[in-house]
């Protein structure tokens, strides 16, 4: 068995098994034909010091690389990984404040933005999704009725509800709409599926084209899949909200390490500084564990306004 093959029977993301494949690969690939070393953590080891010493990889990458080798010996090559496991005990992620924005620094932003990519991001900082939670979700996982938006698989597979802001809804609406005539459109022309999570496909064979399961931001390219012959439409890029949030940033003035990701940051830090309750955000958030959430309760005490010792000269 292989790593990909070992990660889909755990049901591992697909991103989660992408970087793994990318990590062994660059392993392999250190150590040559020696498979001695290959199935050695001194090799192991080795590989992790080179990438430390010579490549300069981040801390992040680094751990990355240190699971993915775990990952590999102990579902695929079947060996024990002590020294591997005190490895990773070892190192630590640095401690670092999120990036958040001010109320003025979003609406600005988001003036600065139209068009789809305006209201995706008004959605992110509007309920605290993630960008990849924002362009999967489906057309069913939206309820006008009740306010909300669920979250299905989102990070470490869970679903949750949050809110779906009232001055959204409208736009979300006639997005919908648009998403229904286009879905109807390609009905007519022998298309209309979507990519279904899972084995859905096979216990669900109509699902894939049930307007329910279509993806709310559609991309405008449909895609052949090689193995069914269906042609399918995904939803969009990141890409194609990164840029234009990047870009207005930047017209409006904002030198600031931001990103899409940030405005999850500001969602929960301005609702924080308006008195939500913390266990109220950590459900919103997605969060596993409580100690991830009170993060932002550091952010907002950073960011009060403090009398500084020169201005009481």
């Keep these: 068995m292989g790593v990909r093959e070992a990660c889909r029977a755990r049901h591992l993301s697909r991103r989660t098994e992408a970087a793994y494949a990318h990590w062994v690969t660059r392993y392999m690939r250190f150590h040559g034909a020696s498979r001695s070393a290959l199935a050695s953590e001194v090799g192991a080891l080795r590989f992790l010091d080179h990438l430390v010493q010579r490549r300069e990889v981040a801390t992040s990458s680094h751990l990355q690389a240190l699971n993915a080798l775990l990952f590999l010996f102990r579902h695929v090559m079947r060996l024990e990984v002590s020294a591997l496991e005190v490895r990773r005990r070892q190192v630590r992620r640095p401690e670092r404040l999120p990036e958040v924005l001010s109320v003025a620094e979003v609406r ?127 939803h969009i890029s990141p890409s194609s909200v990164q840029e234009p949030f990047k870009a207005a940033l930047l017209a409006c003035g904002i030198h600031r390490h931001a990103s899409l990701h940030t405005l999850r940051h500001s969602f929960a830090t301005h609702l924080l500084a308006q008195g939500t309750d913390i266990r109220t955000i950590q459900q919103l958030l997605g969060h596993r564990h409580l100690d991830t959430t009170m993060i932002y309760t550091h952010v907002r005490d950073a960011a009060q306004a403090t009398t500084s010792p020169l201005d009481c000269f």
């Design 108 to 234: 600005a932003a988001l003036n600065a933005m139209h068009g789809m990519s305006r209201l995706i991001a008004a959605l992110l900082y509007g309920t605290g999704l993630r960008v990849g939670e924002a362009l999967m979700l489906r057309v069913q996982d939206v309820d006008f009725r009740a306010g909300t938006i669920t979250v299905r698989s989102g990070k470490g597979t869970k679903d949750r509800v949050t809110v779906l802001p009232k001055r959204l809804s409208a736009s979300m609406q006639q997005l919908a709409m648009r998403r229904l005539a286009l879905h109807r459109e390609d009905l007519l022309h022998g298309r209309g599926h979507a990519p279904l999570p899972g084995r859905l496909a096979n216990k669900y064979p109509r699902a894939s084209r049930a307007f329910g399961w279509q993806f709310l931001f559609a991309s405008s390219k449909v895609h052949c899949c090689p193995d069914t012959g269906r042609c399918l439409r995904w």
